[in-house]
Structures are given as C-alpha cells and as structure tokens.
C-alpha cells in the first residue's frame, strides 16, 4: 500500500521541480510538517493555511487578509502558499485532470 | 452575502457575446460568468481591467483553465511573470500552474451578459489556474468545481426555468 501520509506525499518530477520556485517549494514542506497537527485541531481543519519558507504565517477564514498579511510582512508572492487544510495540504503531486469539453 | 450569478439564463441555443473587441459563441446550455485576474499580491480587482466570459463547468476538475491567448489578451497578463505552482497533466500533456486571483464579476439579476454594480468577488485558486500553450484550447476559459467547493460557493441551477445563481454561503455567526 501507498504511503500518502503527508510526510511522505508524493513528490513532483524532477522537470517540475527545477521550474517551482524554491520558496514556493520550502513554504509546502513547512506546511506538510505542521499537517498532521493541523489536521487534528478542529479549530484549523477546513481553513485557510499561509506558510513561507520560514514556517506558519497565520490560519484564517479570509483568504484575501492573509495575502494581505504576507504583503504587509514584505513577502515575495513566490515564498508563500495559502491553502486549505485538508489531507491534500502542501502535496507536490502532478494530478490528472479532466478539462471536460469546450 | 454577495451573489455572483443571480438568476441567470442559460439559454436553449447558440448565442454570441461581445466584449473587447471580440465576439465568441456560445453553446446551447453553458453557463456563463464574467472574470478579470490579477497578480497573487493585488487583493482588489483592476478597475481598468474588463471581465471577458467563461464557462462554468462542473465537469472540470480543475480550478479555472485557459490557453495563453486568452491569458495575455483578455486578461492582459504575460505567463512568464506568473509564479509556476506546479503541473497537471490532461489527455497525455503537461499544463503548468500558475498563480493568479480571480475575480467573479457579478451580473444583474435575470441576465447573462449585463453586470451588476456590485463589487467583484475574489475566488481563491491556491493550487494555480492551469494555462495551455497556444491559442486553441480550450475554446473558452473554464471554470471548475473545484473553485465552488474551495471558496464554499453556493451553486444553484433551476433546470426548469434555465436559470442559474452562485453566491457565498450564509454566514449566521461573526467568523475569525
């Protein structure tokens, strides 16, 4: 069986690894450390997550203050993640997708 | 509690809509929805920038997908200045993520074309809008289900009148 653990979520290719920033990279992996605890706490599960390189920035439901809030810090848009907490939080996975047809 | 589409018609056959200097068609039974995007760090729309259609697709499984003609000359963004979030593949190939707001244009009650006067709604695509190379597909941009359930969107459509309407969930408690 798979792992899917977030500790040992699947890891994007090398090609797209060499093409996502290594903020962008590092602020994921600090959110999938903090996941499990995260997930465990009622009050964070389903909301918003902010994570730079240096670790957690603040959980919210208001996904526009917390971008506001990583501006206001002087953070690059290319050192932070916003997302929700949930099992998928910080996965590097490249998903397939259905783009119906338009 | 802001309403993005309220009570607009699907129509029964094809049609067209203006904007900018184009005109696209649009099929029998397709949802429309005006948006404008902006830079990850612009947390209000661009008033100069104008809303262009695109389909609400339910049977996307993506966030929000367009090619790069419909990024650069209806958005008026370039890809190279948009961060790269990661990939997702469709029928084989490799579409790059990349890291945009959107922003929901609401309409006037009863119509599909005519906007409100209402602020735009900003719709949360944390994982990144996928852009296609080219100019082909997808025909027009698509909007997926994803961004309902992530930004806990309401999506109502009443099959009898054709009409549709997203909005925001009620909120009956002050929230942090």
């Given amino acids: ?100 047809f338009v | 509690m802001p309403i993005i589409l309220d009570r607009s018609p699907f129509a029964e056959h094809p049609s067209e809509v203006a904007f900018l200097t184009e005109r696209v068609s649009i099929r029998a039974d397709q949802i429309i929805i005006w948006l404008t995007l902006s830079l990850k760090r612009v947390t209000s729309p661009n008033p100069s920038a104008v809303p262009f259609p695109v389909i609400l697709d339910t049977g996307h499984s993506h966030t929000f997908s367009l090619h790069e003609r419909h990024l650069i000359e209806w958005a008026g963004l370039r890809p190279e200045v948009l961060t790269i979030l990661g990939a997702v593949r469709e029928r084989g190939q490799r579409i790059l993520l990349r890291e945009v707001n959107l922003w929901a244009h609401p309409t006037a009650k009863g119509s599909r074309d005519q906007l409100a006067d209402r602020p735009a709604h900003q719709l949360a695509a944390p994982r990144g809008i996928a852009v296609y190379p080219g100019a082909e597909f997808p025909r027009l941009p698509i909007l997926g289900l994803r961004v309902i359930a992530e930004n806990e969107l309401v999506l109502t459509v009443n099959g009898k009148r054709r009409e549709v309407t997203l909005r925001t969930p009620m909120r009956w408690w002050p929230f942090s």
Avoid: Q
């Fill in chain 1, 1 to 100: 069986m798979t792992d899917l653990t977030p500790e040992h979520s699947p890891t994007v290719d090398g090609a797209a690894a060499s093409e996502i920033r290594e903020g962008i990279l590092r602020a994921r992996a600090a959110l999938r450390r903090d996941l499990p605890a995260l997930l465990a706490d009622r009050r964070a599960r389903g909301k918003w997550a902010c994570y730079s390189c240096d670790g957690r920035i603040a959980i919210g439901t208001d996904y526009t203050a917390l971008i506001r809030e990583c501006v206001n810090r002087g953070i690059p848009d290319a050192e932070f993640v916003i997302e929700r907490v949930t099992s998928r939080a910080g996965s590097e996975e490249e998903e397939e997708i259905d783009s119906s």
